[in-house]
């Protein structure tokens, strides 16, 4: 039966992934039967020259890639770049040295019935986006698809892909086609700098290969995939399909400011599912089947400068305690809201103007606030520093990355903690998921990681609503004989879906067999 599936759409896709491999028996026939009915022979090369990437083991990257796409959602394109210097078989972030013959592999393809395309496109504006060519599978090839009994656990979307990546800009987005991946090489720092590279990529592949074996999920979820609409920055209002299965649990940090950058600005750790949901959804994560807590720093980076400026912030440093524009903004709450905002973007630019637009760009539904003039940002902004003078000249001078990397480290030292006990937690920059009954050793460690890079402290609270209780307790020793009352906390259970324990018995299943696997290797 054929799919009903809507025209390909250049906004539904998600860019081609050169590190997608498996050795699977059903794979590799389908992959030689396709190199036969697609004439592929016509693609070996001349004489004694051998590749690195054979041309059937390209086209199985790319088909792959497709049928892990079609297992997501049927619908999802992939974006395929046509250019050859996308397919530089020396490039760090081509691990499984994907040639330039993947272009020629792909129009087979195309000509045999098997992919379809929707051709790239180029602006004439220089300051509009451009797109590359979309592909998808067709109707004969998801015919052979579905002939298949492998699993997404049976593919390694992440073979030998480079954790540790080097941008030439900051663009919150590690994905983004505007922000340039900068390839590095031994020869451009100094032996400190690369003792330091090779520590956190040794870190963080014992991180992914612990996240890999853990199941994370929300039992809630009657799929593996859900469909999110944007709400912020330039992609806001559209639709975005995110996996919460085994292809989307790889984590990588991304540094900033290119070779010039010396691995000092920026660093956060990216991707991860539970990166991409709504906050609204992150306290119901299970991890191994248990409930979760999320910690998370109060005012992160407002307290890190602060801090650093040798003053103490309150509790609560958003709070002006009087409506500064009462004729726009009638509320306290929505002022709060507004002014942490601001200051968060002001943190981020290097001058008031791009704040100001930073601000209003946030979120494109929020009328009211695409409303307020510069004059009126500015005026609530003067307000937080009269309040707070320490951030007098301070603001509007481009301290993000800098403070991005200040967090970076403290995640990293939380992370490499509980990695090395065998705990997985997962991290959204400065706040932190992990199993309920973790939660007191992690804030501990987040105090310790916090006070050994900063030599100081920031506040930190639980998000995830809980059950509370209280119990009379007896004691036995002289003036403690009368009964008090000691409040403790459960958390808040969610009933699970009939296909969550279907992916969860599929997780352990392959999971046994992998640890099969290894103990016989060990032998």
């Excluded at 941008?167 to 590690?174: A, F, R, S, W």
């Excluded at 009269?386 to 001078?397: A, E, M, R």
């Excluded at 804030?443 to 916090?450: A, V």
């Excluded at 007896?474 to 009933?495: A, C, L, M, Q, S």
Aim: charged share 30%; glycine share 4%; net charge neutral.
């Amino acid at each position: 039966m054929a799919d009903d599936l809507t025209k390909m759409d250049r906004w539904n896709s998600e860019p081609l992934d050169v590190h997608t491999w498996s050795d699977h028996p059903e794979i590799k026939t389908l992959c030689d039967d396709l190199y036969d009915l697609a004439g592929m022979t016509t693609l070996e090369p001349k004489g004694n020259r051998k590749a690195k990437r054979t041309v059937k083991e390209s086209l199985r990257v790319l088909i792959l890639d497709l049928y892990v796409k079609w297992l997501k959602d049927p619908s999802i394109s992939i974006g395929f770049s046509k250019g050859k210097v996308s397919y530089t078989v020396g490039s760090r972030y081509n691990g499984l040295f994907i040639p330039r013959k993947i272009i020629e592999v792909e129009e087979l393809l195309v000509d045999a019935g098997y992919v379809e395309e929707l051709l790239h496109f180029n602006s004439p504006n220089r300051t509009a986006r451009s797109y590359t060519t979309r592909i998808r599978h067709t109707e004969a090839l998801r015919d052979l698809f579905r002939k298949l009994t492998i699993d997404l656990h049976d593919i390694d979307t992440h073979a030998h892909e480079e954790c540790i990546v080097l941008h030439d800009k900051y663009v919150d987005d590690p994905d983004d086609d505007t922000n340039r991946k900068i390839e590095y090489d031994d020869k451009d720092f100094s032996p400190d700098e690369l003792a330091l590279v090779d520590i956190i990529r040794g870190q963080l592949q014992a991180y992914n290969k612990l996240l890999k074996r853990t199941f994370i999920d929300i039992p809630s979820y009657t799929s593996s995939t859900f469909t999110r609409t944007i709400k912020n920055g330039r992609y806001s209002g559209r639709k975005q399909t995110i996996s919460l299965g085994p292809d989307n649990k790889f984590v990588i940090r991304v540094f900033n400011g290119g070779l010039a950058g010396k691995w000092q600005r920026g660093g956060r750790f990216y991707r991860g599912w539970w990166q991409q949901i709504d906050k609204e959804d992150r306290c119901k994560i299970y991890i191994n089947d248990q409930p979760t807590l999320e910690v998370d720093f109060k005012a992160f980076h407002p307290n890190l400068l602060s801090n650093e400026l040798g003053v103490k912030l309150p509790n609560d440093p958003y709070d002006l305690e009087e409506l500064i524009l009462p004729e726009t903004i009638t509320t306290f709450p929505k002022q709060r809201e507004y002014v942490k905002l601001l200051v968060l973007m002001a943190i981020n630019a290097d001058n008031d103007k791009k704040a100001y637009q930073a601000f209003r760009d946030s979120d494109r539904k929020d009328k009211l606030g695409q409303s307020l003039k510069d004059e009126q940002l500015s005026l609530l902004l003067k307000k937080f520093i009269n309040k707070h003078p320490q951030f007098d000249g301070v603001l509007n001078t481009g301290q993000a990355l800098r403070l991005m990397n200040i967090d970076s480290q403290i995640a990293n030292l939380v992370i490499d903690h509980f990695t090395n006990k065998g705990i997985p937690i997962l991290c959204i920059h400065d706040s932190f998921i992990i199993q309920y009954d973790k939660e007191p050793e992690l804030r501990h460690i987040l105090d310790q990681s916090t006070h050994q890079i900063t030599a100081s402290r920031i506040s930190h609270d639980i998000k995830n609503k809980q059950n509370n209780y209280s119990l009379k307790v007896h004691g036995n020793i002289k003036n403690y004989g009368n009964p008090i009352d000691v409040p403790f906390n459960t958390p808040i259970r969610i009933k699970p879906t009939k296909q969550y324990e279907m992916r969860k018995s599929k997780f352990y299943k392959w999971l046994e067999i992998e640890t099969g696997k290894s103990s016989s290797k060990q032998r």
